[in-house]
Structure formats: structure tokens, C-alpha cells
């Protein structure tokens, strides 16, 4: 089920996702869901990513976990 949401821009914005809606051929509604949908999914991801990254300056990889891995993967000289 979809709910109504209204939301204020600025003139310059809305002239991008008109200009977007125009290339894409696509509605305003259109143009807005995707870069909500965008929007939410990348901050999804940098929170996972800084969840990892706090979670590596806690518990460091060690050369025993990665270090065989890494020399294998190595070109031979």
C-alpha cells in the first residue's frame, strides 16, 4: 500500500529532477522514489560499513588469519 508524502524543495532541485524526469522519461513520483530509494540504501550501507570498520579497530585482523591467503595470492617473482 502506498501513503502520500509531501515534502518542500528548493527550485534548484526540482529543476534537476525535472531535467532527470525529462531524460528518463519517467513521472516526478518516479524520478523521487529511486533517489529516495537510492538515499536510504546508501545510508544503509555506510552504517554497515562503519559497524565493520569500528568492529576491525576493536579486533584487528592478525597475519595468522589473512597471511597465508595473502602470500598465495601473490604473483611469483
Do not use: N
Request: proline share 4%.
Amino acid at each position: 500500500m502506498s501513503r502520500m508524502l509531501s515534502v518542500r524543495i528548493d527550485e534548484v532541485l526540482l529543476d534537476q529532477v525535472d531535467r532527470e524526469r525529462r531524460r528518463a522519461a519517467a513521472s516526478r513520483a518516479r524520478v523521487v522514489k529511486e533517489a529516495l530509494h537510492l538515499g536510504v540504501e546508501r545510508r544503509r550501507i555506510e552504517a554497515a560499513v562503519r559497524g565493520h570498520r569500528k568492529a576491525y579497530e576493536r579486533l584487528p585482523v592478525t597475519d595468522a588469519e589473512f597471511g597465508p591467503v595473502l602470500r598465495a595470492q601473490r604473483w611469483p617473482k
